[in-house]
Structure formats: structure tokens, C-alpha cells
């Protein structure tokens, strides 16, 4: 790098997934220090020259968001956007001119589910009129339903919204069935999952943010809302709901399994057998 005296060698970036398994042949840079521009531009050519030579095919820069001022000079790199968070932001540089791009999409889902919590005994289900959200003021007595949480597994998801909106303790039980859907959230496809949950509790404490009444209606006045037989999904998930309640189906159990690397339990959904 000339600075209008002696030649200066550019400092190269900092690889923070060098030990790291990777399929893409990439290098990560996670930068941290504010950095001038301009520095920050000479420290980047220097740094891809030396990662192609390496045969490194790809890098990916972790930007917070106090380090914004460093998005225009990577771009102008050709780096673009690839996702981003809350506090930080990635950028991605497909390095070969003659190899197609591997790179996947940013995450291209997002993951809710809706809780058929029924007291079998009564024959009733926990339902909620919403005071946000598409059906406010619809008049809609609809099941608890919510997003996934990061990290979150889909039974501990349908748990916490069910406490959180109703005050309701509950067991889960099944999966009864998914919904695919495209073109939702930011164009994302969304899959809703129906849970069916045993609860442990029954005094209804409604939570005001986005609740705006909760109750244990009989199964079959839940099914003969009108919007629920007019709406071939919601017609649907209601059938599946009554069919499992007369056990005329069954659902997808949760099994812990533990993953070899890293220790980390995951969950299987399977048909258990009943023999």
C-alpha cells in the first residue's frame, strides 16, 4: 500500500474458521475494531490474494453494527448481502470467475406452530380471540399459535405459547399434521406445525398484550364457526383434530436422540407404534 512514503506491507484479516470444518472452501472474517475504510479495502484485496492462491473459494464477513460504515467499501469489493441479525450483518464473495457459486441461500423458512390443547374427558379444546394480529376482531375463536423460537425445539415452542397466552400447563403429545406454505413472512415459506397437547392445568389466565379472551369450548362448536367450515385448511386441521380425538388417527411422537458431535439433543417425530 503506497501512503506517499515508503512501501507498507497491508496487514491481512483476521480468519476466525481456520480449525473449523467447512464445505465451501471459505474463510470466515469476524471484524471486531473499527477500521478505516480505506484500510480496510487494501487489508481485503491483500487478504483474498493470499486465500486465492490458498484455493479458498469463498468469504463471508461478519459485520456488527457498529462496523456499518464498512458495508459500501466491502460491496464496492463485490461482496453483497447475505443475512443478517439483530446486531450484525454477513456479506458473502463468491471468489472464482469460472466455477458457479455453491453459496446456499439465506434461510429460506420460517417455523410456527398452532396448539389443539383438549381435554379428552370433556371433549373441550382451548381456544383464543386474538386482539392482534390477522384475525383481530373477527370474532374468530382460533388455538393458540406462535412462532419458533431460534434454538427452540418445536414441543418446547408450542408449550411456552400456550402458557404465555393462556396460562395454561401443558404435556405434549403429537404432531398431527403440517402446513406448507409460500410467499409468506418477507416471501419466506412458512411451515405451521399442529400439536396436540395434554394440559395439566385448567384455571385460564389470559395474556392482555395480544389476548384478548381464552376458553374451553366444546370441540364440535369450534368446528361449526363458520370461517373454520368455509377455509379448506382450517375445515381440515379441524377433521385431523377430531379424528385423533376419536382415535381414529395418531400422530407424530417426540423422541430425544442425542447427536455424536457436540452432544446436543435433537428430536425425531415418528408414527409410534401401537403393538
Known sequence: MWDGGEIVQAQLLKVDNEEAYDPYDSVLVKMKEPM???AFIAALRASISQWRQKGKKCVWIE?????????HPAVEQGFRYHHAESDYLVLVNWIPRD????????????VGIGAFVVNNERKVVLVVLEKSGE????????????SVD?????????????QEETGIDTEFGEILAFRQAHKSFF?????????????KS?????????IEAAKWMPIEDYAEQTFVKENQQYNLIAKICIERLNE???????EAVTRKSGGMTNFVYYLKSRV
Not at 385448567?202 to 395480544?210: P, R, S
Request: charged share 15%.
Open 36 to 38: 478505516n475504510p480505506n
Open 63 to 71: 459485520l456488527p453494527i457498529n462496523l456499518s460504515n464498512l458495508v
Open 99 to 110: 466455477i458457479p457459486s455453491i453459496i446456499p441461500a439465506n434461510a429460506s423458512h420460517t
Open 135 to 146: 384475525f383481530r376482531g373477527s370474532g374468530l375463536w382460533k388455538f393458540p399459535t406462535g
Open 150 to 162: 431460534e434454538g427452540e425445539d418445536l414441543c418446547a415452542a408450542a408449550i411456552r405459547e400456550v
Open 187 to 199: 416471501t419466506k415459506t412458512d411451515l405451521f406445525f399442529v400439536c396436540m397437547l395434554i394440559p
Open 202 to 210: 385448567f384455571n385460564i389466565k389470559t395474556q392482555e398484550m395480544e
Open 248 to 254: 381414529q388417527t395418531i400422530g407424530f411422537t417426540p
